[in-house]
């Protein structure tokens, strides 16, 4: 069945610093991914999202491509901030099948001032 | 505009109860859909509600139910509770079925003992 794997954390990393959060799916058909951010104490968010091959997602800095040939959709970001601490977690959903979606584990992102 | 509501915010039940969550979805949104969130996992599809009927349902035993209401609002229900339904219950609503629309409420914490 469809899968989503995540880069475990927790991710600690300096303020400026570049991040990359992998994220690799497994899906039969032509799914939309989906990047979501929990903030601590808040509900989830999406943050972007990108519905089909080579389309770009991009939202506060944040950007991921949607990779069909590597089946990745990797989050990135030039220069993190604090305010970026939260739990990021990857999904995708394949609307002409049964229109569920699924989210991989998470990754807790620590960014030291 | 208060957003997705969620009570209570936490619950401490014994294993074989039963018990109910409830979700009031955010303004003109008439769409909900009922999330299981373990501790260091991702958020799982339960079932997502539409006009008051189910419409879609993720892998979940027939001992989780729910309800929606003409107001919109909706309930979650699981029977004979197992101590493996400890987690957090996300709430999310959205206007139109898809996944990119969702606003998630600040969740439940579902305790069994």
């Known amino acids: 069945g469809d899968s989503v794997t995540q880069m475990e954390g927790p991710v600690t990393l300096s303020e400026e610093a570049f991040l990359t959060i992998n994220c690799t799916y497994t899906a039969t058909g032509y799914p939309s991914l989906f990047w979501y951010v929990q903030y601590p104490g808040e509900g989830l968010q999406l943050l972007l999202k990108?519905?089909?091959?080579?389309d770009k997602g991009s939202n506060k800095g944040f950007e991921a491509t949607y990779r069909k040939e590597t089946t990745s959709f990797h989050l990135e970001k030039g220069s993190v901030q604090v305010s970026d601490s939260a739990v990021y977690f990857c999904?995708?959903?394949?609307?002409?099948?049964?229109?569920?979606?699924?989210f991989g584990k998470g990754t807790r992102l620590h960014i030291l001032p | 505009d208060a957003g997705v509501t969620q009570s209570p915010t936490h619950l401490i039940k014994t294993r074989g109860q039963q018990v109910t969550l409830r979700c009031s979805p955010k303004?003109?949104?008439?769409?909900v859909s009922w999330y299981q969130q373990a501790l260091g996992q991702g958020p799982q599809f339960i079932f997502q509600?539409?006009?008051?009927?189910?419409?879609q349902r993720g892998n979940f035993p027939d001992r989780f139910s729910g309800h929606q209401f003409p107001n919109y609002s909706s309930e979650l229900n699981v029977n004979a509770l197992l101590l493996g339904d400890s987690a957090l219950y996300l709430c999310?609503?959205?206007?139109?079925?898809?996944?990119?629309?969702?606003?998630f409420g600040p969740g439940t914490r579902l305790t069994v003992l």
């Open positions: 999310a609503s959205s206007l139109t079925s898809g996944w990119d629309e969702q606003f």
């Open positions: 999904a995708l959903s394949e609307r002409n099948r049964d229109d569920k979606i699924i």
């Open positions: 990108a519905t089909k091959a080579d």
């Open positions: 303004s003109g949104h008439d769409t």
């Open positions: 509600y539409y006009e008051e009927e189910e419409r």
